[in-house]
């Protein structure tokens, strides 16, 4: 059994945040059902590398999702998505405000069907506001946020990431606010509209970055690798061409860390006392750090500062991440049979859970794959799925 058995989740929103939420419900046990339109799927098929014409991210982000390709514009189409959304607990969307209203598909309509029916309608800016209808994307919301500026080396540009950073955390604040809706939902039933716009999750991230400019008029400035909250905190090149990433955001892993690299008179020096007055001398910790970190391999460093109970850890990429023995032992890196390219390795679920497991039973599925299935499902016969084919309503 899975947490989330018997939850249906119909997945209408495009590229990543809203997806990636869907995708999330799914690991957990929701029965997830990815509506896309006829002819044009949803552009994160078309994102990152492809092998032999398969899309990899999309074998992540459609995991766990039955795909239906439905035309919403039609009446027919229309049709179709009404009798999904009945039979659903959830819906998820990311057009922008007003276009779900364009086509009589609002929350009115689809209550008026489901009464129980959770909403999320996930967009740039969210439904209200002077900005609403601007397309919105996770780029924008890491600029918009306070993000970028806070990002990059003191002297360099603000600087952005090179992955869905906004989106991701918005895939996450979605999955919490479906979870709360229905938690809501078991006092009376009712279902309820969510509105998330992805520019709020990564703001409430970044910390007290808006408090400090109310109460003290100063923004945290760019500091690269480095932290104004304590040092040494940064990353280090390994003699034999390795980083690591060293923190000490406890007073005793700083004080470890310079005995550890034969500097321990630094820690007797009254600034040393506090993680911000080592931060003011991060140059002299650099060197300290860096100096003895860079005389020595990667895995030495780790197994020094391991042994000083002293905090590090070696800078991944993939080859590392699935051999790593932690990573094996949490299970974080599944190997899954998919249809078109074979075994497949992609990170899990996020969590564990002591009495309910969370499953990827298969990889994202092609466009359409499920349509003839799903709309049977929903009591349409053969006749009926031929002609709503014939019209355009569905593929």
Excluded at 84 to 97: C, G, H, K, S, Y
Excluded at 118 to 132: C, E, M, S, V
Excluded at 343 to 366: K, W, Y
Excluded at 379 to 393: K, N, P
């Amino acid at each position: 059994m899975s947490a989330l058995d018997g939850l249906k989740v119909v997945d209408a929103s495009t590229l990543f945040a809203g997806p990636m939420a869907a995708m999330h419900l799914g690991d957990m046990g929701a029965e997830v059902v990815k509506v896309e339109h006829p002819i044009r799927p949803d552009p994160a098929r078309g994102h990152g590398p492809s092998k032999d014409g398969q899309n990899l991210w999309w074998k992540t982000l459609g995991r766990n999702k039955r795909t239906v390709a439905i035309d919403l514009h039609t009446d027919g189409g229309r049709e179709a998505f009404l009798r999904l959304a009945r039979t659903a607990d959830v819906v998820i969307e990311n057009f922008r405000p007003g276009t779900l209203e364009r086509w009589g598909l609002d929350y009115a309509a689809l209550s008026a069907e489901n009464p129980g029916l959770i909403l999320a309608r996930l967009t740039g800016f969210g439904q209200i506001g002077p900005y609403k209808r601007r397309p919105g994307f996770g780029t924008l919301a890491e600029a918009m946020s306070g993000f970028a500026s806070s990002t990059g080396e003191p002297d360099g540009p603000p600087t952005l990431p090179p992955f869905g950073l906004a989106d991701g955390i918005a895939s996450l604040a979605t999955a919490y606010a479906i979870m709360v809706a229905l938690h809501a939902r078991d006092r009376d039933g009712a279902g309820q509209e969510v509105d998330v716009a992805i520019i709020e999750p990564i703001l409430a991230m970044l910390g007290p970055q808006i408090t400090r400019w109310d109460q003290l008029g100063t923004v945290q400035p760019r500091t690269g690798n480095r932290s104004v909250n304590n040092a040494p905190r940064n990353a280090y090149r390994t003699a034999d061409g390795s980083w690591v990433a060293v923190s000490t955001s406890a007073q005793s892993i700083a004080e470890r860390v310079v005995a550890l690299v034969g500097r321990p008179e630094l820690a007797d020096e009254p600034w040393f006392a506090t993680g911000a007055g080592r931060a003011e001398h991060a140059d002299l910790l650099d060197d300290a750090v860096g100096g003895w970190i860079g005389r020595h391999s990667r895995d030495e460093v780790v197994a020094a500062f391991e042994e000083a109970q002293a905090a590090v850890a070696p800078i991944y990429d993939p080859s590392d991440i699935v051999a790593d023995p932690q990573f094996n032992a949490l299970g974080t890196i599944h190997r899954i049979h998919d249809a078109d390219l074979g075994d497949m390795a992609m990170q899990g679920p996020l969590f564990r859970l002591s009495r309910d497991d969370a499953t990827i039973a298969f990889t994202g599925r092609a466009h359409g794959a499920d349509t003839d299935a799903v709309l049977a499902d929903l009591g349409y016969t053969a006749d009926e799925v031929a002609a709503l084919r014939e019209d355009g309503s569905i593929a």
